[in-house]
């Protein structure tokens, strides 16, 4: 079946560094979005890729989705504390009614 | 901004008995789904529920599992027998069109 695989699964930075997150499909997808989750909390939608190397940003936050519609990729720009959570990746496949998530990475940011 | 809401919010169960989760999507939405998250784990796909009736579900998603839509609010996930293998955060979500989804806070079950 489908499988959405993510790296790395944990990344502790410094307030003000960089932090990127990857995603990789094991099939062609429709779409990838991608969601944060704070610890206790429930997945909050962030964004949805749909076109082949689309990117978009909000703010601090980069994303990418790759040519072949398999990879996508998160980067957040000077990280602060309030991005600390676990993001995640999904994707939809062309005939597929389920949104399926990668395992997450769980970002810490030191002050 | 509108909610998906769901209760209760911690539900413990004995091994065995039945329990029902209840969930009230956003009222304009039309797709319905059930995930659950183990702790610590990734989010897994249970069911999709459209137009009155499953769309699509996963191998976890067994006949001990089902879901109803008993009225225009409500969208509930019953587990016959619970299993000590059940215990989960249980989230639901909707969603209106080709977009992202909308989940609620959670159940949380546990199975003792």
């Known amino acids: 079946g489908q499988q959405v695989m993510q790296i790395p699964q944990y990344q502790h930075v410094q307030e003000g560094e960089d932090f990127t997150t990857y995603c990789n499909s094991s099939t062609t997808l429709s779409n990838i979005q991608w969601y944060k989750q704070r610890p206790g909390g429930h997945p909050v939608f962030l964004i949805q890729?749909?076109?082949?190397?689309e990117v978009k940003k909000q703010k601090r936050l980069t994303f990418q989705f790759g040519e072949a519609k398999k990879n996508s990729s998160l980067h957040i720009t000077a990280t602060q504390t309030t991005d600390v959570g676990t993001y995640f990746c999904?994707?939809?496949?062309?005939?597929?009614?389920?949104?399926?998530f990668g395992a997450g990475t769980i970002l810490r940011v030191k002050s | 901004e509108p909610e998906v809401t769901q209760t209760p919010s911690h539900q413990v169960t004995q091994m065995g008995q039945e329990v029902i989760l209840r969930c009230v999507p956003i009222?304009?939405?039309?797709?319905f789904y059930w995930y659950r998250q183990i702790l610590g784990q990734k989010v897994e796909f249970l069911v999709s529920f459209y137009n009155n009736e499953i769309s699509e579900k996963s191998e976890i998603f067994d006949d001990q599992f089902s879901v109803e839509r008993p009225d225009g609010s409500n969208f509930t996930l019953k587990i016959r027998s619970t299993k000590l293998e059940d215990s989960a955060m249980y989230f639901c979500?909707?969603?209106?069109?080709?977009?992202?989804?909308?989940f609620g806070s959670g159940t949380r079950l546990t199975v003792v």
């Open positions: 890729l749909v076109k082949s190397g």
């Open positions: 979500a909707s969603k209106r069109g080709n977009y992202g989804y909308t």
């Open positions: 999904a994707g939809h496949t062309e005939y597929g009614n389920k949104l399926v």
């Open positions: 009222s304009n939405h039309l797709y």
